[in-house]
């Protein structure tokens, strides 16, 4: 026994074909030991004929009917379940008369007036809830015939109503003098003022002195002369007044004394 494994491996003894033969015999018994030797082993089911459709036809239920009809439960029917009281609802009264508008339940906020779109913010007067209405809405039995810019109508069958918008007016403003020019010196000013002032009072003098006597018009032309002369020394702009009204008066005083 000892003496075969060396005539198997001896070098030049081993046949070729054992090394294709042995790994087939290990691939067939791990196959086998998978199968459980083909009993493991489950044919594909052939595939079944087709089944021919069968006509169905479904049952119709018959219609529901009351036994006895509606007038047999006329008494279920009026004592519906739906109703706490289980009893019919009151049949609203017809309403007497036209309606009436309530005035003075709303008041006018503002308006917006578009193209398409007249827009109302009203606000009610009880509880100051604001409220959004357009021309041809309903409020409270009202119906908003005419929104413009400056008012709201309500029509209410043959009554009706008009809200204004009501805007609060704004500040008076003064409008203050001009202040000087920076460079001017407040003498200046001053003479100024006194010039004018004297003009003024000769222009005065000028005008009184045709309702006097014909001999006290000298000295009325002379008194407004003086005062143009003294205008013309206090301040420059008074002076060109004051010359003016001076020569004017001067003017008359002479055609009357001649």
């Not at 030049?12 to 691939?27: D, H, K, Q």
């Not at 021919?52 to 009351?66: C, F, G, H, N, R």
């Not at 606000?123 to 008012?151: H, P, S, Y």
């Not at 002195?209 to 702009?237: E, H, I, K, L």
């Amino acid at each position: 026994m000892s003496a075969l494994p060396q005539v198997l491996f001896r070098p030049g003894r081993f046949p070729g074909w054992m090394i294709w033969v042995v790994p087939a015999a290990a691939l067939l018994l791990l196959i086998g030991w998978e199968t459980d030797w083909g009993r493991q082993i489950v044919r594909a089911p052939s595939t079944p004929p087709a089944a021919e459709p069968k006509p169905v036809s479904a049952a119709v239920l018959p219609d529901y009917q009351i036994d006895g009809g509606l007038p047999a439960h006329a008494e279920t029917v009026q004592r519906t379940l739906f109703n706490a009281t289980r009893r019919p609802a009151p049949v609203l009264a017809a309403e007497d008369g036209p309606r009436q508008i309530v005035r003075g339940q709303f008041q006018l906020m503002g308006t917006t007036v578009t193209g398409e779109r007249n827009i109302a913010f009203l606000k009610e007067v009880g509880n100051g809830k604001t409220r959004v209405v357009r021309q041809g809405d309903e409020i409270d039995g009202m119906k908003v015939a005419l929104v413009t810019a400056d008012r709201v109508q309500f029509h209410a069958g043959e009554d009706s109503e008009e809200l204004v918008l009501k805007v609060a007016p704004g500040p008076k403003t003064t409008l203050a003098a001009a202040p000087p020019p920076p460079g001017a010196p407040a003498a200046a000013g001053a003479g100024q003022a006194a010039g004018a002032a004297r003009a003024a009072q000769a222009v005065r003098a000028q005008q009184v002195a045709p309702n006097s006597p014909t001999d006290a018009t000298a000295p009325t032309g002379r008194a407004a002369r003086r005062a143009a002369r003294q205008g013309a020394a206090s301040g420059g702009d008074g002076q060109t007044g004051m010359n003016a009204g001076g020569g004017q008066t001067g003017g008359h005083g002479g055609g009357r004394q001649r």
